[in-house]
């Protein structure tokens, strides 16, 4: 296997990783609005995710320098053809990383409310526009042979990313709500269970019908051997939710996602940005990456340094394993 097949891997792997963890993250800022019923039981759920958020947004930093240091012009040409969602979705992440942090700097009520809906609405809008952006990315866009993007912003949403955008949303959330579930005790938990089932029948639909659309298109045997494994494993994720065994639940809905996100690349290899100009106009793992001697370097530092970001990280969740409850949350003053 060439290094840039291997880096294509890696980014792969990164891409995976965020999101199964900003997956949740996401979930739980939707969730503020749709299991919350005060501000207390919003601060719960905030408080799931407050120790780790930043954290998560690390594998969103290293798949993007991955992607610019091992395959420049994928880089190049994903940023500026998607440069209107992709910045939108920045926007949303650094307001709602600093809507975290003033929330509750200010006791006035209409602050914090402000600060809620910004919680709310940007976690959902990137939430949607990840599968948007990656339903594009595997169904293909109009690349011509300088390899540049020369479509336009509503060529973006065409049905195919559309309907991937619903399905980053719906099970996003279904990954959140199991989530909850697993972090807190008393009766938000018993809701975020019963929301969880809901969110993962309208998830399973969306998804089914994805996969089956990606499959058809592209018709891989991997391809077909994952879109398998993400269907078992969120029926068995809704099981699973229904005895109330929140840790396999969540375990099996990361599975999901990391099944769902693993078939995209496979179904995508070795293409990283398929033209739908003319297929001979399209980047590839080999026509987009960088020299060898740049590959390898990048290879020794990853190996070196992704060991010690994945022991902190687990040690992280660890040190911040108990559930919390609205037991735990003073009264505001």
């Not at 919003?42 to 958020?53: H, S």
């Not at 200010?106 to 339903?135: M, Y």
Request: net charge neutral; hydrophobic share 55%; charged share 15%.
């Amino acid at each position: 296997m060439e290094l840039h097949d291997v880096w294509f891997v890696l980014i792969a792997v990164l891409w995976t990783g965020y999101f199964f963890l900003e997956g949740f993250d996401f979930g739980v800022g939707v969730l503020t609005k749709l299991l919350a019923r005060d501000r207390r039981e919003k601060r719960v759920l905030i408080n799931t995710i407050g120790p780790v958020w930043d954290g998560n947004e690390v594998w969103l930093l290293s798949a993007g320098g991955a992607t610019f240091a091992a395959f420049p012009d994928w880089y190049a040409t994903l940023f500026s053809g998607f440069y209107l969602p992709l910045l939108l979705i920045l926007v949303c992440l650094i307001i709602r990383g600093v809507a975290f942090e003033y929330r509750a700097k200010r006791s006035e009520d209409r602050w914090q409310t402000n600060w809620e809906h910004a919680i709310f609405w940007c976690s959902l809008l990137p939430a949607f526009l990840w599968g948007v952006a990656f339903g594009n990315i595997v169904h293909g866009v109009a690349i011509d042979a300088d390899k540049e993007y020369v479509g336009g912003v509503l060529d973006l949403l065409n049905p195919y990313a559309l309907l991937g955008g619903v399905v980053t949303l719906t099970l996003f959330t279904f990954h959140g709500a199991v989530f909850v579930g697993l972090k807190t005790v008393g009766e938000i938990r018993e809701r975020s269970r019963k929301l969880a089932l809901r969110l993962g029948a309208v998830t399973a639909v969306a998804a089914l019908g994805f996969l089956l659309w990606t499959q058809a298109d592209h018709g891989k045997t991997a391809g077909a051997v994952l879109l398998v494994v993400a269907v078992l494993a969120l029926l068995a994720a809704l099981g699973a939710v229904a005895k109330g065994r929140e840790g396999w639940a969540f375990a099996l809905s990361g599975l999901t996602i990391v099944a769902s996100v693993a078939m995209l690349f496979v179904s995508l290899f070795p293409d990283v940005m398929p033209s739908t100009l003319d297929p001979a106009w399209s980047l590839t793992a080999a026509n987009s990456a960088s020299s060898p001697y740049t590959l390898k370097i990048m290879t020794w530092c990853a190996g070196i340094a992704t060991p010690v970001v994945l022991l902190y990280q687990g040690w992280t969740y660890w040190v911040f394993r108990k559930r919390i409850g609205t037991h735990h949350i003073a009264e505001a003053h």
